[in-house]
């Protein structure tokens, strides 16, 4: 005995063209559908992932730009203001904080770096305190800092790839002639740690001739009240507080614009597709109105008749859907470079990350849909009158 499901299939490809190019909206629909949806769960996840990784919640540092990191690089580490070791003390000792941590920052000009030389990036850190922070750091060769005031150095993985360097090296710190010996390199992490040189805290200091430092990471106790503790740091004077619980708020809210231009665009190419499925549909009953009405005269009822027309809708929508979907998976690494290029910060890690809970998800909105769409020319299929449909000439 056939099947609806043969019978629809064998209607639908009696006009292959309008259903190949009605198949093609739907399954363009549910590739950028569940492209978005991925964009929504992986780059949040990124973007946690990305702070979580700092190792530490708040960042304390001398008022003036929050991202003194950023105002380092380019301009060379001009413009830098430092704060005595002294306020690292006083922070330790509030109730709220588990643990910090000194950072100082400093830029040398190195001729030999690129075309017309380039800034070199150095973190004096405290290998007592820092490694703890940043428990996810591994190693590709070598490790930490054998003493506080080692002339050693540990380079991130892709400066030392860009250097060529391996441990037992000796690099020279521009501009101050200094030699350090290469005791580490770290595994890729996909943060701004894999561009990074660290340095001991102290001989950083001496090699600068800075006894102070730029930067104070703040690891907060499990339940410890962050707000309240951000509310006490805004109290001491001349230092900027970054909370990078609100660093991400910030980012999601520029991020969320995008977001719903991009869903719009989406919702507006499943409603297309959802015509392109009526359309179709009503065109294929119309065409078969005298088969129709010859079904009918044999015994078919209404409901029959709008089930095997409905089921029509559903192939068109499931196969066109499974389609996207895995073109969606096939291309997942384009649209990440894609939004990549797009988005003014984009965090490490895929940033469109589709799973199977996400596919069938979206797989069921694609048919949800469409057979909400499948409804009008089920139903008018339903209403064909036999002896009309036979007499006419359609």
């Not at 000792?93 to 070199?120: H, R, W, Y």
């Not at 922070?133 to 590709?140: A, G, S, T």
């Not at 490790?143 to 790839?161: D, K, N, P």
């Not at 008749?305 to 929508?317: G, N, S």
Request: net charge positive.
């Amino acid at each position: 005995m056939i099947s609806k499901f043969q019978i629809a299939s064998k209607n639908l490809l009696r006009k292959k063209s309008r259903t190949f190019l009605t198949l093609a909206g739907i399954m363009l629909s549910s590739w950028v559908l569940v492209s978005l949806l991925g964009f929504n769960r992986g780059y949040e996840t990124a973007l946690n992932r990305d702070i979580d990784n700092m190792g530490y919640q708040i960042m304390v540092m001398a008022k003036g730009c929050p991202y003194e990191a950023a105002t380092m690089m380019l301009q060379g580490g001009a413009g830098l203001r430092y704060i005595e070791q002294s306020v690292m003390d006083s922070i330790a000792k509030k109730p709220e904080v588990d643990q910090v941590t000194p950072i100082l920052m400093q830029a040398f000009f190195d001729p030999n770096k690129g075309d017309g030389g380039g800034i070199a990036g150095y973190y004096g850190v405290d290998v007592a305190t820092y490694p703890g922070m940043k428990p996810f750091l591994r190693f590709h060769q070598g490790g930490w800092f054998h003493e506080a005031t080692a002339a050693e150095a540990v380079m991130g993985y892709e400066a030392a790839e860009l250097e060529q360097r391996q441990v037992g090296d000796m690099i020279l710190v521009p501009e101050k002639n200094v030699q350090l010996k290469v005791v580490g390199i770290l595994e890729r992490s996909g943060t701004q740690d894999d561009g990074t040189i660290f340095v001991p805290l102290k001989t950083l200091q001496k090699i600068s001739g800075i006894d102070k430092i730029t930067t104070i990471g703040i690891k907060v106790k499990k339940d410890a009240d962050i707000t309240k503790l951000e509310a006490a740091l805004y109290q001491l004077p001349d230092l900027q507080v970054v909370s990078f619980s609100q660093v991400k708020q910030t980012i999601m809210k520029l991020i969320t614009t995008a977001r719903i231009m991009v869903l719009s665009i989406a919702i507006i190419a499943l409603l297309i597709a959802m015509v392109g499925v009526v359309n179709t549909i009503l065109m294929s009953v119309l065409e078969r109105k005298q088969e129709i009405g010859i079904l009918k005269t044999m015994g078919a009822m209404p409901w029959d008749i709008f089930c095997l027309v409905w089921t029509e809708t559903l192939l068109l929508c499931a196969c066109g859907g499974t389609a996207g979907i895995g073109l969606a998976f096939v291309f997942a690494r384009l649209s990440d470079i894609l939004v990549r290029r797009i988005l003014p910060y984009a965090p490490g890690g895929n940033l469109v990350a589709i799973d199977m809970r996400l596919s069938l998800l979206t797989l069921a909105i694609i048919v949800t849909v469409g057979l909400a769409s499948g409804i009008y020319p089920a139903w008018k299929a339903g209403r064909v009158r036999p002896l009309e449909s036979i007499r006419s000439d359609v």
